[in-house]
């Protein structure tokens, strides 16, 4: 997302034939990270959007690989950082529905999926 160049993700949405779309909350919750691991040591934030940006490339090549959470939502994690990428997909649609932080309470989680 953050890590990329336009033209980047313009060819990333057109080899992966889906319309790439962030939830108002998802995107919120990207940038605070972001801007909080930037706080922690200059370039860790461009890290984490490149490990994000690295995830949802591969969820995006092939959703399927990633594990069921609910009926329509599917959980991606990544590897370097505790958050996980909650997305779904309906027709071209991929939808990014949460970018969470893994020790923080499920219950605010399964109001969203």
Not at 14 to 35: D, G, N, Q, W
Not at 87 to 96: I, T
Not at 105 to 112: A, G, Y
């Amino acid at each position: 997302m953050g890590a990329n160049s336009d033209g980047d993700r313009e060819a990333l949405r057109m080899e992966m034939s889906h319309r790439l779309i962030f939830k108002r909350v998802a995107r919120e919750e990207y940038f605070e990270a972001v801007a909080w691991y930037e706080t922690q040591r200059s370039g860790l934030g461009r890290e984490f959007a490149q490990e994000v940006d690295r995830v949802l490339k591969r969820a995006l090549a092939n959703p399927e690989q990633f594990r069921k959470v609910r009926p329509s939502a599917r959980k991606a994690r990544l590897d370097r950082f505790p958050y996980n990428i909650y997305f779904a997909v309906k027709g071209d649609v991929f939808s990014v529905l949460a970018v969470f932080h893994g020790p923080r309470h499920p219950r605010e989680l399964s109001k969203r999926l």
